[in-house]
């Protein structure tokens, strides 16, 4: 005799996140929060990490190409609700933002060992990724402070509070993950006490 799950079943053994379970299913659990992600878009990446390298735009087409075929570059890429070994961030964008400003002789050296570039995050790494968060949160027309007052209106049910809820939480993603970047810049442009 073989158990059939339910649809109830199936979907709290998915490990979506819970934006995913609003648009897909109509409703969110908590059981979801871990999962839970915001997506950064590689056009923006890229736009961003291009202004602060000033590499040329014919070398960018190629250098792209060489990371897709090196597996690296993505549609988007999440950060993730808890931080994973790489501080929120995944090695797939830290390797993309490193491998655009990188020198021509040193990303050659690169491919041709078959090494993508590094996912370290290095200050140019970290500004980048400072700007593409705050470039984020511009996306959210309201601020956590409005969202939190909508969050007290008992009038406001459903799935018009679960979609406030989900935003909130992508927000605070956001903005742990600034913190980290912030972080990160700090101690990369700190002077040594002597």
């Known amino acids: 005799m073989v158990a059939l799950e339910t649809n109830e079943e199936r979907r709290r053994n998915l490990q979506l996140p819970r934006s995913d379970l609003l648009r897909r299913y109509g409703h969110t659990t908590n059981n ?6 915001v997506e950064l878009g590689t ?32 549609e988007g890429y999440d950060i993730t609700r808890q931080p994973s070994h790489m501080y929120f961030f995944h090695a797939a964008p830290l390797s993309l933002i490193n491998g655009l400003p990188m020198n021509a002789k040193s990303f050659k050296a690169s491919i041709t060992a ?11 790494v970290a500004s980048v990724l400072w ?22 209106d008992t009038g406001i049910q459903g799935r018009w509070r679960m979609a406030i809820e989900v935003r909130l939480l ?25």
């Open 32 to 37: 979801h929060k871990t999962y839970d992600v």
């Open 114 to 124: 078959d090494k993508p570039p590094k996912p370290r995050i290095s200050l140019a």
């Open 43 to 74: 056009d923006k990446i890229i736009e961003l990490a291009m202004e602060y390298s000033q590499l040329q735009v014919a070398k960018k087409e190629t250098r792209l190409q060489v990371l897709e075929d090196a597996q690296i570059l993505e």
């Open 131 to 152: 700007k593409v968060i705050r470039s984020r949160q511009s996306d959210y027309a309201i601020s956590i402070a409005v969202e939190n007052v909508l969050l007290q």
């Open 170 to 194: 992508e927000k605070g993603i956001l903005a742990a993950a600034l913190d980290f970047v912030d972080g990160k810049i700090a101690s990369l442009t700190e002077e040594p006490l002597t």
